[in-house]
């Protein structure tokens, strides 16, 4: 991600919060980036604040309230959204050198559970 980071002249952060809008369309409030991503709202809306600044993000009012804005991605940030995947997908293709598909696939699938016990043990603490 360094390489991201100092190509684009953007933070790690902000790079995190591009992704994480682009791969969760349903999800496009400062609140959800924060309380899905477990980051603080503080560096959130840092973050976003810049991303406006450097139009990768626009945001715009909820119609039904006010006090909600919603984010959406901008054209200049689909050179960050590509050298991400392409960096994501060179990180994978390292990480599962002599991993064959089916070992992947159970991986994948115990990944998947681990992922489900921990969101279930989040909502039991809440």
Same mark, same amino acid.
């Given at each position: 991600?360094?390489?991201?980071?100092?190509?684009?002249?953007?933070?790690?952060?902000e790079?995190?919060?591009?992704?994480?809008?682009?791969?969760?369309?349903?999800?496009?409030?400062?609140?959800?980036?924060?309380?899905?991503?477990?980051?603080?709202?503080?560096?959130v809306?840092?973050?976003? *604040? %810049?991303?406006? #600044?450097?139009?990768? &993000?626009?945001?715009?009012?909820? !119609? @039904?309230?006010?006090?909600?804005?919603? +984010? /959406?991605?901008?054209?200049?940030?689909?050179?960050?959204?590509?050298?991400?995947?392409?960096?994501?997908?060179?990180?994978?293709?390292?990480?599962?050198?002599?991993? *064959? %598909?089916?070992? #992947?696939?159970?991986? &994948?699938?115990?990944?998947?559970? !681990? @992922?489900?016990?921990?969101?279930?043990? +989040? /909502?039991?603490?809440?």
């Open positions: 991600m360094e390489e991201a980071t100092e190509k684009l002249s953007i933070t790690h952060t790079i995190e919060i591009i992704m994480f809008l682009f791969n969760n369309p349903d999800y496009d409030t400062a609140k959800d980036i924060s309380e899905l991503r477990k980051f603080p709202k503080s560096c809306s840092k973050a976003v *604040d %810049d991303l406006i #600044k450097k139009d990768y &993000l626009e945001s715009f009012i909820d !119609i @039904s309230d006010r006090r909600i804005l919603h +984010l /959406k991605l901008k054209e200049p940030s689909k050179p960050v959204i590509k050298l991400s995947q392409k960096i994501r997908t060179h990180f994978l293709e390292i990480i599962c050198q002599g991993i *064959d %598909d089916r070992e #992947k696939e159970e991986l &994948l699938k115990i990944l998947n559970t !681990i @992922s489900i016990n921990v969101k279930e043990a +989040l /909502k039991e603490k809440c």
